[in-house]
Nanobody, 129 residues
Framework: QVQLVESGGGSVQAGGSLRLSCASS????????MAWFRQAPGKEREGVAA???????????YYADSVKGRFTISQDNAKKTLWLQMNSLKPEETAMYYC???????????????????WGQGTQVTVSS
């Protein structure tokens, strides 16, 4: 049973930083993807960043164009924790942020939400201007 629990959300002024974490359990072996998504009220859920773990070439990261250079996704495999460091936050990035995971599968698009099997409950991020 895979479980994901996010934390680290909060309120910050524009230009500020937050670090989200996602504690995971249930992935005992094999390759898998983990990702961060966000959803603002009235908007569709969108992919923010993803990481592929367990491949022969080491971890591989993916970012939405809107966050490249400002957000960093990383994973502490020993602690089974996924991180999202968010810098230079903007008011339009106010949203509920979700952690998601899925075991490796071929022909996978990392930032598409409906491809993920497991989800956390979300953590709210509010950026004020």
């Amino acid at each position: 049973q895979v479980q994901l629990v996010e934390s680290g959300g909060g309120s910050v002024q524009a230009g500020g930083s937050l670090r989200l974490s996602c504690a995971s359990s249930g992935f005992t072996s094999g390759a898998y993807y983990m990702a961060w998504f966000r959803q603002a009220p009235g908007k569709e859920r969108e992919g923010v960043a993803a990481i592929f773990i367990g491949g022969a070439g080491g971890a591989k990261t993916y970012y939405a164009d809107s966050v490249k250079g400002r957000f960093t996704i990383s994973q502490d495999n020993a602690k089974k924790t996924l991180w999202l460091q968010m810098n230079s936050l903007k008011p339009e990035e106010t949203a509920m942020y979700y952690c998601a995971a899925v075991r490796w599968r071929p022909s996978f698009t990392p930032l598409i939400p409906n491809q993920y099997d497991y989800w956390g409950q979300g953590t709210q991020v509010t950026v004020s201007s």
